[in-house]
């Protein structure tokens, strides 16, 4: 068995884990706890950490139908070919994980025009600029160098370059 990313329809994501973990079906659905303006109040939220997505861990061949056709789930991430999440990824989520499901990531210290270098995940040794932080210090924005691209992703995958 694998872990697979299930992209699920907006707001989708509680729904989708819950369902596929009736039928069985280890799902991981983390979430971020921030702080964010509502009705000019500050309050916490909790949402999910990647919007629109869950992952599960199932057998392809047996389940990739029942997957797909579940309540909420637009796709299997690669469709007809699904791509299987390396364990790191699901490890290192799953070790960052609480009881509620809400990952901690340390506050990082990082200044706009910093110099980072993306040490773990898919981007692992992608260099770029520090441009901004979103959802409190949680994820960051950066600039990518080698695609002029702009990624949003987990502060605690940076280092200062």
């Not at 629109?52 to 007809?80: D, I, P, Q």
């Not at 950066?142 to 280092?159: F, G, K, P, W």
Request: proline share 4%; glycine share 6%; with cysteine.
């Amino acid at each position: 068995m694998n872990w697979y990313a299930i992209y699920t329809k907006p707001k989708q994501e509680d729904h989708v884990a819950s369902r596929l973990q009736k039928y069985g079906i280890e799902v991981l659905n983390p979430k971020s706890r921030f702080k964010k303006y509502r009705g000019g109040r500050l309050s916490e939220v909790v949402e999910p950490f990647f919007p629109c997505y869950v992952f599960a861990k199932f057998e392809c061949n047996t389940c990739s139908r029942l997957v797909k056709y579940t309540k909420g789930v637009k796709y299997v991430v690669g469709k007809n070919n699904p791509i299987a999440v390396p364990d790191a990824i699901t490890t290192t989520i799953k070790e960052n994980m609480q009881e509620d499901n809400v990952v901690f990531v340390k506050p990082g210290t990082f200044e706009k025009g910093a110099r980072v270098k993306i040490k773990d995940g898919a981007f692992k040794d992608f260099c770029g600029i520090f441009e901004r932080t979103t959802k409190g210090f949680e994820r960051v924005l950066i600039l990518l160098d080698a695609m002029c691209y702009r990624l949003e992703i987990s502060a605690c995958s940076l280092v200062r370059v």
